[in-house]
């Protein structure tokens, strides 16, 4: 079936550090792709999607390209923050059906 | 502001009692979502609803009840038969149709603590 994985946590980075958070799918169709962000205690936020191979998403400093070739949707950032800290989700949701599909969340924590 | 209001933030409920969850959302969305979550993993669907009138069970609705009686409202009841109901809940929403799905637009969450 449809699903996403993503890299377990969590992850801890010095302010400015370069991040990477992995996000791979298996889909039997062509699916759009999600990464949420959560802040302790809130609902999920959406940060950035793609609907179609190549398509690059791109919010507050954060990216990700959807890779068809790879099966992957991976999330970056070039320079993080402390007000970054938070969980982040990679999801996924085909184009004709009706759920999504989320990975268990990546704990990100900067310190300064 | 559009949005979806989640109610209560907190509550807390003794073994052997139902509660209700609200979910209301001012999106004008045909789709509404039940998810949980618990500490260290991801979500987990519960119940949906494309339509009005219309809801289908997700990976675990065993002890939990839905009713979308009005395309804004989507509560969520959590019964006695639910084992172990503690647990953060997120309600969520989001655009049917287009070419692609839309996103899905959380509320802000209720955290149910059984004592």
């Known amino acids: 079936g449809d699903s996403v994985t993503q890299m377990e946590g969590p992850v801890t980075l010095s302010e400015e550090a370069f991040l990477t958070i992995n996000c791979t799918y298996t889909a039997t169709g062509y699916p759009s792709l999600f990464w949420y962000v959560q802040y302790p205690g809130e609902g999920l936020q959406l940060l950035l999607k793609?609907?179609?191979?190549?398509d690059k998403g791109s919010n507050k400093g954060f990216e990700a390209t959807y890779r068809k070739e790879t099966t992957s949707f991976h999330l970056e950032k070039g320079s993080v923050q402390v007000s970054d800290s938070a969980v982040y989700f990679c999801?996924?949701?085909?184009?004709?059906?009706?759920?999504?599909?989320f990975g268990t969340g990546t704990s990100l924590t900067v310190i300064p | 502001d559009g949005g979806i209001t989640q109610s209560p933030k907190y509550l807390f409920r003794k073994e052997g009692q139902n509660v209700t969850l609200s979910c209301e959302q001012n999106?004008?969305?045909?789709?509404m979502y039940w998810y949980r979550q618990d500490p260290g993993q991801g979500l987990r669907l519960i119940y949906y609803?494309?339509?009005?009138?219309?809801?289908q069970k997700g990976d675990i609705a065993e002890g939990y009840s839905v009713s979308r009686e009005k395309k804004e409202s989507f509560p969520l009841t959590v019964t006695s038969a639910q084992k172990n109901p503690t647990a953060f809940y997120l309600c969520?929403?989001?655009?049917?149709?287009?070419?692609?799905?839309?996103?899905?637009?959380f509320g802000e969450g209720s955290r149910l603590t059984v004592l």
């Open positions: 969520a929403s989001r655009q049917r149709g287009g070419r692609a799905p839309g996103e899905l637009f």
């Open positions: 793609a609907t179609k191979a190549d």
């Open positions: 999106l004008n969305h045909d789709a």
């Open positions: 999801a996924l949701s085909m184009n004709t059906g009706n759920q999504f599909y």
């Open positions: 609803s494309q339509i009005v009138n219309d809801f």
